[in-house]
DNA sequence: ATGTAAATAAGAATTGTTCTCATTTAGGAG
DNA sequence: CTCCTAAATGAGAACAATTCTTATTTACAT
């Protein structure tokens, strides 16, 4: 049997799980998905190396809706659109923030601009029925 | 004596109090304000007043920063700069969204869209001398 | 004066997140 | 192999922001 680096273990599983999904999801999700796998993990856990995750600049929160920070594994700058009625999170692929505004924004804010967040908030299809 | 309504003296001086600032506060900060003027109001009330505030579209929750929500008199969509040192919020008043570009997010989203979030961060000038 | 419905104060309850600490683990040294 | 060390983890306590509950107060109409 080979030689398997069980130290990272659980590490591993929460950055593939967060890397897997396009739900966008909280630490909660991701911990109740590796429960599902797993059985014995920690929301502990889950939240330690979100954090991180985070830090070493692997993941970006890009969120919090209703009170969750939701977590998001795509770390180029993209767009969403965020659903105030089932609190989805979706990408919106095919627009981008205008580069000149970044620019624009550090002189403004005579700051070092490190990033840059544009979300839409509205109904989604399913809602509207309902 | 003019008769005056104070029925709503409590909820009319948190409207105001947000309206009259441009730092866009948490409930904490408003309630802390509000003592010092008033010396009798309760925390939970600055809540339940910026949640109905909010309700009728008369403020707007812009971001939660470092696990604070953080709210807005102004309800125009505009644009702002977070810094991560100090958690401060400014205005970027020169910087638009296009709005070409939320009619794009409401068709690929296939909603309709109610908002529009832009905010940069970064350090500002003075967080970043320490 | 009395009744009413809305607004409030105070603090309890809830909930998302972080912290503490004892335990487990991997891998290296003897 | 056995011992050692440092990092990772599980479990639950602690914490902080927000919401809820309930009794009280208020303005106003009757």
């Known amino acids: ?11 591993d599983a929460i950055l ?5 999904t396009d739900t966008h999801p909280s630490a909660d999700w991701i911990y ?9 993990i920690s929301l502990a856990t889950v939240y330690r190396n979100l954090a991180l995750f985070k830090k070493q600049g692997l993941i970006q929160s890009i969120a919090t809706v209703n009170g ?21 999170v979706q990408d919106l ?14 002189k403004t804010a005579g700051a070092r601009i490190e990033g ?3 979300s839409f908030t509205g109904l989604c299809g399913n809602c509207q029925k309902s």
């Not at 593939?16 to 897997?20: A, E």
């Not at 977590?71 to 659903?83: E, L, Q």
């Open 1 to 11: 049997m080979a030689l398997q680096n069980k130290h990272f273990q659980k590490r």
């Open 16 to 20: 593939k799980c967060l890397c897997s």
């Open 32 to 40: 109740e998905q590796l429960r599902q796998q797993d059985a014995n």
């Open 68 to 88: 969750v920070e939701r977590f998001d594994g795509n770390t180029a700058p993209h767009v969403h659109f965020i659903c105030t009625g089932c609190d989805a």
């Open 93 to 106: 692929s095919n627009i981008q923030v205008p580069q000149e505004l970044c620019s624009t924004a550090g």
């Open 116 to 118: 840059c967040q544009l």
